[in-house]
């Protein structure tokens, strides 16, 4: 079993900077591919970025492309979000997200989310 507890959100202003954290604690995430995703008010949860274990490949939604940026340290078992030239359409609950092949069955972990709130 994994756990996912994420930290960092909060309310900012339009054009100001938040860094997300995602600490995951449980069994060995050798492997894991980590990731971020949000859920607005009244809308489905989207992909918002992800990352391999290795960290050399990632992902990134067009809609964030050039502001945020993830990150992973294998050693903290963490994953970041740094967000930056944040708008009001990236209000959001965001969670953090492990996606992991163990012992050959694919596991999905989700944290309990971290609410960002971005104003005008």
């Keep these: 079993q994994v756990q996912l507890v994420e930290s960092g959100g909060g309310t900012v202003q339009a054009g100001d900077s938040l860094r997300l954290s995602c600490a995951a604690s449980g069994r060995a995430l050798s492997g894991a591919?980590?990731?971020?995703?949000?859920?607005?008010?009244?809308?489905?949860?989207?992909f918002v970025a992800s990352i391999s274990w290795s960290g050399l490949n990632k992902w990134v939604a067009d809609f964030?492309?050039?502001r945020f940026t993830i990150s992973r340290d294998n050693a903290k078992a963490a994953v970041y979000l740094q967000m930056s030239s944040l708008k009001p359409e990236d209000t959001a609950v965001y969670y953090c997200n492990l996606n992991q092949l163990y012992a050959?069955?694919?596991?999905?972990?989700?944290g309990q989310g971290t609410q960002v709130t971005v104003y005008s």
């Design 104 to 110: 050959g069955q694919k596991y999905d972990y989700w």
């Design 64 to 66: 964030v492309k050039g």
């Design 33 to 46: 591919a980590m990731g971020w995703f949000r859920q607005a008010p009244e809308k489905d949860r989207e």
